[in-house]
DNA sequence: TTGACAACATACTCGGTAGTATGTTTGCGT
DNA sequence: ACGCAAACATACTACCGAGTATGTTGTCAA
């Protein structure tokens, strides 16, 4: 008999994920205890403890999770058959869309890599840190490629390929620090508003359309 | 008799202060203890409880005096007389060098700003917190001015304001999640990199020096 | 029916940490 | 010389939180 083997672990696997990243996102690693976790699903900690074996890994379960997000979000655009400027338009339209639209993860995933700072204290723990060094590096290699493509063609303006690309990226993660989900959740708001980050952000590159209207509405 | 009142508090302050600062700064506010602090200035808690209160109030004072410092930043070239592109360079390039030149002190400060999610215990926290973030806007207004300016003038492309703002003041903030200080305290290439990240951020408002060259030195 | 296991909840241990209470030294005014 | 207070260090308390050990309940197979 084939098992409902669709779900990646049990439905409770992801709830405790979506709880827990909530929590980390809030108050970060440190302040966000087990007990928090479980109170947040209603639970205790014998649940979380049941799926995860300890602190450290359902941090790193969340945040392998946000780099799945974040590897989905630009993946359509990378594979795109376009020019390079189209195709970086689409990767960074949808890495903006997901660093709004999930925006938990994304914040955990950025206090995640800042977390070289906890120290790396067992040898797993290093090698999950090497690891997720390495999806991060891939990551960025991504647009990497796309910048260097522009470059070559002539169409992107790119000093110091380092530089740029980090001032780049972060100007897409940029909504982490700021956006705060609405509570009706629409949609439509985060599209202009990442229309208008990407915008910027290419401009950087030298990349102009000359589509100068913003459709943000400024609720109330 | 006058005191020799020209040190704010004490040299004693000043170290403890400093370094709060550098611990707070790798490992985040919760995770760093008193005693941690205490073992990195080579004393005991008693000197650290000596001067500040409470864990809490300390950072505040961290805090505090990392906003000071990011003013210092902007402030000679806010009070230039000069067109308001010179103005916002001039800003532009004090920020991006404290960014890397303060470093301990300029990533507490993000940290901090980000702490309304530790929640703010008690009233006189609340006040704490609420004063900075009237300091926070302050500085934000700084900048909103001139690229106000710079778009009445009409030699800024600015489409959402308030988008706008973020996210230039985003990549001017990016070296904060990727600068590692140097050991020798080199600042040439300090000076080369906010350079770079100038020029990005401030192309995203359609302000193109012709100067494409990157004399970043990439060591070794 | 029963045994066995999953899926938790409950009750503990134990190390770390904020804060306090109490020494101890040093310098300085008189 | 003496008192005294600043500037710490030391010793202690109280609590919290990670991890563990054990209990409880439901389900399912034989």
Same mark, same amino acid.
């Given at each position: 008999?084939?098992?409902?083997? /669709? ?16 929590? @980390? ?26 799926? @995860? ?6 941090? $790193? ?9 974040? @590897? ?41 890599? /800042? ?23 891939? @990551? ?25 690309? /980090? ?5 897409? $993660? ?14 439509? $708001? ?21 589509? $100068? ?8």
């Amino acid at each position: 008999m084939s098992a409902p083997a /669709q779900k990646p672990k049990s439905d409770r696997y992801e709830e405790i994920l979506e709880a827990a990243a909530e929590c @980390f996102q809030k108050q970060g690693f440190s302040a966000t205890s087990i007990d928090t976790v479980a109170r947040h699903l209603g639970s205790t900690k014998g649940r979380v403890y049941h799926y @995860f074996p300890s602190k450290m890994d359902l941090f $790193n379960a969340v945040r392998d999770r946000a780099m799945e997000i974040a @590897f989905d979000g630009i993946r359509p655009g990378y594979d795109t058959d376009a020019d390079p400027i189209e195709r970086l338009r689409l990767m960074s339209m949808g890495h903006a869309r997901v660093m709004m639209l999930r925006h938990s993860y994304m914040q955990v995933l950025l206090d995640g890599l /800042q977390m070289q700072r906890y120290g790396a204290t067992t040898e797993f723990q290093r090698q999950a840190m090497a690891r997720h060094l390495a999806e991060r590096n891939a @990551f960025e290699t991504m647009f990497r490629e796309v910048l260097t493509l522009g470059a070559d063609q002539g169409v992107m303006t790119i000093g110091h390929m380092s530089i740029t690309l /980090q001032s780049y990226l972060i100007t897409l $993660n940029g909504p982490v620090f700021w956006y705060r989900p609405r509570s009706d959740g629409s949609a439509d $708001n985060v599209d202009a508003i990442a229309h208008d980050i990407v915008r910027y952000a290419m401009r950087g590159l030298g990349i102009d359309d000359n589509d $100068n209207t913003s459709t943000i509405s400024t609720g109330a």
